[in-house]
């Protein structure tokens, strides 16, 4: 099928690209610390499941909670996210939240991207406890108004917590089951740290990266 629209142009150009009101973008937000399989296969299943045209990975800058010692440098995750992501079309990776000083926002992302994209739909994908938080994010009553989430969660997980969300929020998030796929960054991380093999969890350019740079070794970004 069709590639990524949002591989038209540079990334300077992209608001010049005028896009239809069907169009579906999705964002998908994490600290990637690293990426791995579950989330490729959510992203993929995302793209799949609710017709997007293609999938942006923007991985934080400096997540707003948590501390930045604890936060593997934000250029090894985007370099391990680029790695990761580079044979799939519809998937393109921002440097947006990297590039930008202070904590990392959602709002701040989905509005500049609102601005740029004002006739697509946005869809911003992240795990179902991430969600879970979305009243303590920083303006999230806009926030849930510019684009509606996609909660990824892992087998087992029970969707009734989502419930205790307001009726507002509630309705403009859609959960999604990731069939199979119990891969979490903590586990890479812990097995990273006791000298496991993590091969088949992640891409092999993640393993070799995360190797070559002598990654999660130490308790720190644990
Ligand atoms: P986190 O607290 O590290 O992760 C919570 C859970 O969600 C973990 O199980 C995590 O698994 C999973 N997860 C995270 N991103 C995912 C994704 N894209 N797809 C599937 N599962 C995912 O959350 P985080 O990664 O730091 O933040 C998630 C997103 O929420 C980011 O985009 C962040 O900017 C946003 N956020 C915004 C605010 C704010 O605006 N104030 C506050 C908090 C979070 P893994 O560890 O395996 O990824």
């Known amino acids: 099928g069709k590639g990524c629209p949002l591989l038209d142009g540079a990334w300077q150009n992209l608001g010049r690209r005028r896009w239809s009101h069907t169009e579906r973008i999705g964002i998908m937000g994490g600290t990637f610390d690293p990426i791995h399989y579950g989330h ?18 923007v991985p934080c800058g400096q997540p707003p909670h948590k501390k930045p010692y604890a936060v593997t440098p934000a250029e090894h995750r985007y370099a391990m996210t680029l790695l990761a992501t580079a044979s799939n079309p519809h998937f393109v990776v921002s440097r947006l939240e990297i590039d930008r000083p202070g904590p990392s926002y959602s709002v701040d992302t989905v509005r500049l991207l609102r601005q740029q994209f004002p006739d ?17 994010w920083k303006d999230s009553d806009e926030l849930i108004g510019l684009c509606r989430f996609i909660a990824v969660t892992r087998p087992g997980y029970d969707l009734q917590q989502l419930e205790r969300l307001p009726a507002h929020y509630l309705e ?45 070794r130490s308790e720190v970004t644990g």
């Open 40 to 57: 490729l296969v959510a992203a993929e299943e995302a793209r799949h499941r609710f017709g997007l045209a293609c999938v942006m990975f």
């Open 120 to 136: 697509a739909e946005l869809f911003l994908i992240t795990g179902a406890d991430a969600v879970l938080e979305i009243l303590t």
């Open 172 to 216: 403009r998030i859609m959960p999604l089951a990731i069939p199979g796929v119990d891969i979490s960054s903590t586990l890479i991380r812990e097995r990273v740290r006791r000298g496991e093999p993590i091969r088949y969890l992640t891409p092999d350019a993640v393993c070799d990266y995360i190797a070559k740079h002598g990654l999660y």
